[in-house]
């Protein structure tokens, strides 16, 4: 059985996070993918207290195993968000888009496991000082906010400077990704675009048909002008917004404004002309629905098969 020491941190039985998707990963998706025996994770994504208490509710309605809430740091809302998790002592909080720092005193009060997700050592290290239990190293391969590295230079940098355990996300889209980042030094990965095909998840049937039907070079980097890159699938939205940006005419106000409700128009509307359809490097090989359990159940054995002999195996 595939394993490592982040298992018994967490109790969940195998190393294997979804990500926390906004506006697509809620209650639903993150019990069943913990259920399953990974830990499934809710977005508190823009979302307000009451949405986040709900979408917590619903997932303990569905199971009795850990879970997780991703809480996006650039939200309005993160301190109500942040309080609601605390309050609600949810088994494992995850974050994004920024440095939780201030948060982490709180939760940890509440008996928090804190895993931040980090694109960099030095904030790995900083994150390890503060208490965190292990942190997430998301290389640019992955979809949503990146950072500068990629997956591969950036888990085993990572994994060398900390001690306690990483989780590599990005570019990870099946057993030979999880068995390959088991060798840059995680104990664990996380991934996001192959749960958004999973039968679960509530996302709007245009999104995943998109994902589905993507190839190897259909992601493009938006957002690089205003300081924050979003890789998503290219479609006229993003096509047009990479157009803008490299328009000097255009101003920094005018892409901002161009860029808000985009993630709900793909997610919940499945609105081809307003939506950012967020996905992975990998979406050229999510080519199937399936149930969660059955996307876990794969990936674990085909790591195994990988992985076999060594102690991750056992
Ligand atoms: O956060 C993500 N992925 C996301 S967030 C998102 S929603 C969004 N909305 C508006 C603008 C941008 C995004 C969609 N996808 N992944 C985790 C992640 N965190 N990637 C990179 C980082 C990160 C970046 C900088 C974490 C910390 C950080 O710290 C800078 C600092 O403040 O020190």
Redesign the pocket.
């Known amino acids: 059985m595939l394993n490592s020491e982040l298992c018994s941190i967490l109790g969940i039985e195998y190393p294997i996070f979804q990500g926390g998707m ?1 506006w697509i990963a809620d209650g639903k998706l993150a019990a069943a993918v913990s259920e399953a025996g990974g830990l499934g994770i809710i977005s508190a ?2 979302a307000g207290a009451d949405y986040l208490k709900k979408e917590i509710e619903t997932a303990r309605s569905l199971t009795k195993k850990p879970f997780g809430v991703n809480i ?3 939200s309005p809302h993160v301190a109500e968000v942040a309080q609601v998790v605390a309050d609600l002592k949810v088994p494992v909080v995850t974050t ?4 939780p720092a201030k948060f982490m005193p709180m939760w940890q009060e509440a008996g928090i496991k804190v895993i ?4 960099s050592v030095m ?1 790995a290290k900083r994150m390890e000082k503060l208490g965190a239990v292990a942190v ?1 190293a ?1 290389g640019g391969e ?6 500068e590295l990629n997956t591969m230079a950036l888990v085993p940098q990572v994994a060398d400077a900390l001690s306690i355990p990483v989780i590599a996300a990005g570019g990870i889209g099946d057993g030979r990704g999880i068995a390959a980042a088991f060798m840059l030094g995680a104990k664990g990965v996380q991934m996001g675009t192959r749960f958004l095909v999973a039968n679960e998840c509530g996302v709007h049937p245009n999104y995943k048909a998109k994902v589905l039907k993507a190839s190897d070079i259909d992601t493009i980097v938006t ?1 690089r002008k205003l300081g ?1 890159p ?1 890789r998503s699938l290219k479609t006229s939205f993003s096509r047009n917004f990479f157009m803008k940006e490299n328009d000097p005419s255009i101003s920094n106000e005018e892409l901002e404004s161009a ?1 808000i409700g985009a ?1 709900r128009a793909a997610a919940v509307d499945g609105d081809d002309a307003k939506g950012c359809f ?1 996905a992975g490097q990998i979406a050229g090989m999510v080519n199937r629905e399936q149930s969660a359990k059955e996307i876990i159940d794969e990936l674990v054995s085909q790591a195994e098969a990988l992985l076999k002999g060594t102690k991750w195996v056992r």
């Open positions: 906004a994504m823009n996006m740091l650039m994004g888009a920024g440095n931040p997700v980090i694109p904030l997430v998301e992955s979809g949503g906010h990146i950072g957002g924050h979003v860029g993630l967020i």
